[in-house]
């Protein structure tokens, strides 16, 4: 592949990823909790995919990291390595899979295969990223997307959902925000008010600051 050919950002390899994994019954969301492409299926354990445009010891080092999640975790590049043969043998022996995408369409070219010594996993870690994925709705954020793009994480998402509540209805009791916006965190939202969305009118009482109502302009939030 010549060099022009290559993607021009690491999330143009998300979304070939995310289909051939969903051609696969897996439920697929980007950037959860540092991975790049985290899919669940069942009780499986999850796939991880990191994403990079070429293939380089940064993308092997965050694979090798990765182990302690899951088992199962590729390296997906937009280019063919240019010695394919010794890069096949190294994820080979380090137990992690390899995709290149390549015109569009993501293709297996390695599956992990259990080196002889797997890193212990990381059940806390593990269970945060699973409860981040099971979380968020939808899928808001490309893998591999830039970090000075503001990640769309699930808290975020329910601080929007607050935010949207408040804008229509106006200040409101906290009970009545996490009924309305299913937001079952929407006591600790608002009182921390980690972005400066909210204020306090009386005990129990919240309503929306301007920086708030920016705040939902700007995720071009619409009210349903």
């Known amino acids: 592949m010549l060099a022009w050919e290559r993607m021009s950002l690491e999330s143009d390899l998300y979304a070939p990823v995310k289909a051939l994994l969903e051609g696969q019954g897996y439920s697929v969301k980007g950037e959860v909790k540092g991975c790049d492409v985290v899919a669940v299926r069942g009780n499986e354990p999850p796939v991880i995919v990191e994403l990079k445009r070429a293939f380089g010891m940064g993308l092997v080092l965050q694979g090798v990291n990765r182990l302690a999640l899951s088992d199962a975790v590729y390296?997906?590049?937009?280019?063919?390595?240019n010695n394919i043969r010794s890069v096949r043998k190294l994820c080979r022996r380090?137990?992690?899979?390899?995709?290149?995408?390549?015109?569009?369409?993501?293709?297996?070219?390695?599956?992990?295969?259990?080196?002889p010594v797997r890193p212990r996993k990381d059940k806390r870690r593990?269970?945060?990223?699973?409860?981040?994925?099971?979380r968020r709705v939808g899928d808001p954020t490309l893998g591999g997307s830039s970090t000075k793009v503001p990640m769309m994480t699930a808290y975020r998402q329910e601080a929007l959902r607050c935010a949207g509540f408040l804008a229509k209805n106006g200040p409101m009791k906290v009970a009545a925000v996490r009924l309305a916006a299913d937001a079952p965190k929407?006591?600790?939202?608002?009182?921390?008010?980690?972005?400066g969305w909210f204020e306090r009118i009386e005990r129990g009482v919240y309503g929306l600051t301007p920086k708030g109502r920016t705040g939902l302009e700007q995720h071009g939030w619409k009210d349903s």
């Open 126 to 134: 593990l269970g945060r990223m699973l409860g981040e994925h099971a």
């Open 186 to 195: 929407a006591a600790a939202i608002l009182s921390a008010d980690y972005y």
């Open 75 to 81: 390296l997906a590049v937009g280019a063919f390595p």
């Open 94 to 115: 380090l137990g992690l899979g390899l995709i290149v995408v390549v015109k569009g369409r993501a293709d297996v070219l390695l599956d992990p295969a259990p080196p």
